[in-house]
T-cell receptor, first 114, second 117 residues
Framework: GENVEQHPSTLSVQEGDSAVIKCTYSDSASNYFPWYKQELGKRPQLIIDIRSNVGEKKDQRIAVTLNKTAKHFSLHITETQPEDSAVYFCAASWDPGGGNKLTFGTGTQLKVEL | NAGVMQNPRHLVRRRGQEARLRCSPMKGHSHVYWYRQLPEEGLKFMVYLQKENIIDESGMPKERFSAEFPKEGPSILRIQQVVRGDSAAYFC???????????????FGPGTRLTVL
């Protein structure tokens, strides 16, 4: 089955700096890669996702890159703000065209310091 | 457009009792997934259901756990004879299940936090 590894487990940055979180996956058939943000005691919220036929996707301060050859994808947050502090999870899935389970990474605790 | 709803939000059970967790998907969504999150850990897939069908239950323990998504009403995750190790947050997610799309985003409910005494 799929296995997703995520690094780093904790990340501390100064407000305004960039943050990068990296994930690798094992199943070359995976074709869908979402990222979720989870604040303490809250639900995971989808913040951005990418499909395997796209190398990069951007939404305001957030971008995701995908390298299918290396089976590696990354989340980039620019101009970080205190409200970006949360746990971020990457996930991978093989979606045949109707949906499928997500395999999650172990999470990155991001702390944005003033 | 209401999001994914789960109830109860908090559930306390004594060892040996039964726990029933409910999930109502977003309007228009026909696929439901259940995930378990242990304290300070990631989300682990348990079961994937469509209306009246279990599509994938590979992440669900073979004993004491069951799930259903009836034609009418919410999806239910049932845990019989709970043990302390079942204490966790249980999240459900729903997706449109549209075969014509290349992917289907999953949106999560607020979770049920189960505590077993």
């Amino acid at each position: 089955g799929e296995n997703v590894e995520q690094h780093p487990s904790t990340l501390s940055v100064q407000e305004g700096d960039s943050a990068v979180i990296k994930c690798t996956y094992s199943d070359s058939a995976s074709n869908y890669f979402p990222w979720y943000k989870q604040e303490l005691g809250k639900r995971p919220q989808l913040i951005i996702d990418i499909r395997s036929n796209v190398g990069e996707k951007k939404d305001q301060r957030i971008a995701v890159t995908l390298n299918k050859t290396a089976k590696h994808f990354s989340l980039h947050i620019t101009e970080t703000q205190p409200e970006d502090s949360a746990v971020y999870f990457c996930a991978a899935s093989w979606d045949p065209g109707g949906g499928n389970k997500l395999t999650f990474g172990t999470g990155t605790q991001l702390k944005v310091e003033l | 457009n209401a999001g994914v709803m789960q109830n109860p939000r908090h559930l306390v059970r004594r060892r040996g009792q039964e726990a029933r967790l409910r999930c109502s998907p977003m309007k228009g969504h026909s696929h439901v997934y259940w995930y378990r999150q242990l304290p300070e850990e990631g989300l682990k897939f348990m079961v994937y259901l469509q209306k009246e069908n279990i599509i994938d239950e590979s992440g669900m323990p073979k004993e004491r756990f069951s799930a259903e998504f009836p034609k009418e009403g919410p999806s239910i995750l049932r845990i019989q004879q709970v043990v302390r190790g079942d204490s966790a947050a249980y999240f459900c997610a729903s997706s449109p299940g549209l075969a014509g799309r290349g992917y289907n985003e999953q949106f999560f409910g607020p979770g049920t936090r189960l505590t077993v005494l």
